[in-house]
């Protein structure tokens, strides 16, 4: 069985190489250029993972895009960085494939200081304190890496493009009734700069996007 792991992507040229050659067996590369101006894509296809293109910006456009993209019965989605081993995937993608959750998150634990800066942190734990009392789904990070059914993720009707699209996913699979879990997965300085963790205007701007879908 092939994996789909779905990849969005702003000017990763250079965490690339590392994150896509830790691939597992069977867990096929889907990269969403979302409007890179460094040679992201083309490094992809050098590396042989098939590419995505998704103009319009924002990381829900891009994961949503890829979700589209992909042909496989099983997706998951991480983040392009290099802060998440993809090596990690067959722990995060098992409950699915076995049957015993129908949504797993991985929680993120950080292997080094400066990792996860705190205002990041305390805005993600904040976020997932709401999302337990609302929901009663057992998290405790909105963490990138994931997988799910692709069927099934398609049913929800997902329709946030920024960075609301993860909140969203699990509100949706909780009120469908999935079966949520989470296993841990280390979490690695990443290659460059972040657009969101790596300034505090950058995670103000993620906050309020998973607001708004919460409170929508």
């Given at each position: 069985?092939?994996?789909?792991?779905?990849?969005?992507?702003?000017?990763?040229?250079?965490?690339?190489?590392?994150?896509?050659?830790?691939?597992?067996?069977?867990?096929?590369?889907?990269?969403?250029?979302?409007?890179?101006?460094?040679?992201?894509?083309?490094?992809?296809?050098?590396?042989?993972?098939?590419?995505?293109?998704?103009?319009?910006?924002?990381?829900?456009?891009?994961?949503?895009?890829?979700?589209?993209?992909?042909?496989?019965?099983?997706?998951?989605?991480?983040?392009?960085?290099?802060?998440?081993?993809?090596?990690?995937?067959?722990?995060?993608?098992?409950?699915?494939?076995?049957?015993?959750?129908d949504l797993v998150l991985g929680r993120r634990?950080?292997?080094?200081?400066?990792?996860?800066?705190?205002?990041?942190?305390?805005?993600?734990?904040?976020l997932a304190a709401i999302l337990r009392r609302?929901?009663?789904?057992?998290?405790?990070?909105?963490?990138?890496?994931?997988?799910?059914?692709?069927?099934?993720?398609?049913?929800?009707?997902?329709?946030?493009?920024?960075?609301?699209?993860?909140?969203?996913?699990?509100?949706?699979?909780?009120?469908?009734?999935?079966?949520?879990?989470?296993?841990?997965?280390?979490?690695?300085?990443?290659?460059?700069?972040?657009?969101?963790?790596?300034?505090?205007?950058?995670?103000?701007?993620?906050?309020?996007?998973?607001?708004?879908?919460?409170?929508?």
């Open positions: 069985m092939t994996i789909d792991v779905i990849l969005p992507c702003l000017n990763e040229e250079a965490a690339l190489g590392w994150v896509l050659g830790r691939m597992p067996d069977g867990y096929r590369p889907l990269v969403v250029d979302n409007g890179s101006t460094d040679r992201s894509a083309q490094r992809a296809r050098d590396l042989g993972a098939e590419v995505v293109h998704e103009p319009r910006r924002g990381f829900g456009a891009a994961c949503h895009a890829g979700l589209l993209a992909s042909s496989a019965e099983l997706v998951c989605f991480m983040d392009a960085d290099a802060s998440l081993d993809p090596a990690e995937l067959p722990r995060v993608a098992s409950p699915v494939l076995d049957g015993r959750a634990v950080p292997t080094a200081a400066g990792a996860w800066p705190p205002h990041a942190r305390l805005g993600n734990a904040v609302r929901t009663g789904a057992p998290l405790h990070d909105l963490g990138p890496m994931r997988a799910a059914g692709r069927a099934a993720l398609l049913a929800l009707e997902l329709t946030d493009r920024r960075f609301g699209y993860p909140l969203e996913m699990a509100l949706r699979a909780a009120a469908a009734g999935w079966r949520i879990a989470e296993t841990d997965v280390g979490y690695l300085p990443r290659t460059g700069r972040s657009k969101v963790t790596g300034t505090v205007r950058g995670t103000l701007r993620a906050v309020a996007d998973m607001r708004r879908v919460m409170h929508s």
